[in-house]
């Protein structure tokens, strides 16, 4: 498995090929261990800030690229993702988005994004606002409009695990988001996440299902990785590696039933997805 890198270039739909999505992961190294994004169209040279909590590093990178700040996105209203807005703004004068009803919770917000609104950054990028409640119930994820597609997803849906849903959240509505939307995108999605968490997941995802030797092998690449040059994992890889997808697996449903021993026979995956969920909440 060879990982993406920093700055990647994604192609875009459009008739004119070398029309282009480059996408950048700013590693804040803060104990939250919290990533940013900045994703411009080379085209105009503006960008949108993903949850840009480090408003330095994230100035400081569209500086070095020669970029226009335009826009900010938050995936929800935490505020270890909004903290950086109010720096941001003063900075640039961007458009502040985000969930259409976090408006009472993320001040100053100039646009609220319903599921299919579209955020056009510059000339050629788009971007589609996924309403995926769970990790709170006004969150939302971008996927791009490319022919590689790019998921930035906030804190709903990690490298190898899935978000908490202690703050303004609930399981039922993570497990219907897993299951009804992020399942159904492409396998070629790339996935970006809020946080790297992804050796701590690995872990967990090996304590539910030992003889995953998929999310074994990748343990050991990525466990002392430098977060500045972070994997980047695709929905296919998700699959196969995080345990909040592998609802069906036998090992994981019997390594289940040793914790949870009134689990039904054939468990039904969202027994097994709120189960898991619960697990990790301690683990």
């Not at 990748?218 to 590696?241: F, M």
Request: aromatic residues 6%; contains cysteine.
């Amino acid at each position: 498995m060879t990982p993406l890198r920093a700055g990647v270039r994604i192609q875009a739909q459009f008739p004119n090929p070398e029309k282009q999505v480059i996408v950048e992961q700013i590693w804040t190294g803060n104990a939250y261990r919290n990533f940013n994004y900045l994703i411009a169209c080379p085209e105009s040279g503006e960008a949108l800030a993903v949850d840009p909590l480090d408003h330095k590093k994230c100035l400081a990178r569209a500086k070095e690229r020669g970029w226009q700040i335009t826009q900010i996105l938050n995936t929800h209203e935490h505020g270890d993702h909004t903290g950086g807005n109010k720096a941001m703004v003063a900075a640039t004068g961007a458009k502040l988005l985000a969930h259409a009803n976090a408006a009472s919770k993320i001040p100053g917000m100039d646009r609220g994004l319903s599921a299919g609104d579209v955020v056009k950054v510059g000339k050629s990028v788009e971007l589609e606002s996924l309403d995926t409640p769970g990790h709170t119930m006004s969150h939302v994820c971008l996927l791009s409009h490319t022919d590689t597609p790019a998921l930035f997803c906030g804190d709903t849906l990690f490298n190898a695990g899935a978000g908490n849903c202690h703050n303004g959240g609930h399981p039922n509505e993570l497990y219907e988001t897993f299951a009804s939307q992020l399942a159904n995108l492409p396998d070629a999605t790339l996935v970006y996440p809020g946080h790297d968490y992804i050796g701590n997941n690995l872990h967990f995802t090996l304590d539910r299902e030992p003889d995953n030797e998929k999310a074994a092998e990748l343990l050991s690449q990525v466990e002392n990785q430098n977060p500045d040059e972070a994997l980047v994992s695709t929905l296919a890889l998700e699959k196969d590696i995080n345990t909040f997808f592998r609802l069906r697996s036998p090992s994981v449903i019997a390594r289940l039933r040793e914790v949870f021993p009134d689990l039904p026979d054939d468990p039904d995956p969202k027994t097994v997805f709120i189960k898991l969920r619960e697990l990790r909440n301690n683990w």
